[in-house]
């Protein structure tokens, strides 16, 4: 029995509307996993040079996490597209491990440009997931990128949160229309 109500609803579409067999992927498919991949591995970049720069425990956590999240999405990814027969987008080369106290403070970001650099990103995955899942002809393409979104809507929940408690939440000014009674 799945655990939570997600599941089972999944479990659900996925018996209703199976293709069987499955159509060759059309262009746009392919172009929406390759985009997606990109932003996967580039995301896995961005997030090792955000550990090699913050001493910050809790978002160096969060860090390690959204990073492992991204890789599995990407070796997900990488498998279906390999399945499919086709070829992988090129990805940049893993980042060494450093020392982020050797960094001078004007040539590193701080924490919080890295927590809104990482939700910039984390807004534009879910973007992309959902936009791929409601182009997607195919119904395992689409169930795939609905799971990315939702994956990756969990991050966005958590890093919203400590954004919030440390003050690095960029948040527009509140628009108050003139003749509004004040309550």
Not at 13 to 30: C, I, N, Q, R, T
Not at 93 to 107: C, N, Q, R
Request: proline share 8%.
């Amino acid at each position: 029995m799945p655990k939570h109500a997600f599941e089972a609803l999944l479990k659900v579409y996925h018996s209703l509307f199976d293709d069987e067999p499955k159509p060759a992927l059309h262009v746009g498919e392919v172009m929406s996993c390759w985009t997606y991949l990109t932003v996967l591995e580039e995301s896995v970049a961005l997030e090792q040079l955000a550990i090699n720069t913050t001493v910050d425990k809790e978002l160096n956590d969060f860090l390690h996490k959204t990073m492992g999240g991204a890789s599995s999405q990407a070796t997900r990814l990488k498998d279906f597209l390999q399945q499919e027969g086709i070829p992988l987008p090129p990805a940049s080369e893993p980042k060494p491990v450093s020392d982020p106290t050797a960094i001078p403070l004007g040539a590193k970001m701080t924490d919080s440009e890295i927590a809104n650099l990482v939700s910039v990103k984390i807004a534009s995955s879910i973007s992309i997931c959902a936009t791929s899942a409601a182009q997607s002809v195919r119904n395992d393409v689409g169930i795939m990128f609905f799971e990315f979104q939702t994956e990756v809507m969990k991050y966005g929940a958590i890093l919203k949160s400590m954004m919030k408690k440390r003050g690095w939440l960029k948040i527009p000014p509140f628009y108050y229309p003139p003749g509004k009674p004040n309550s």
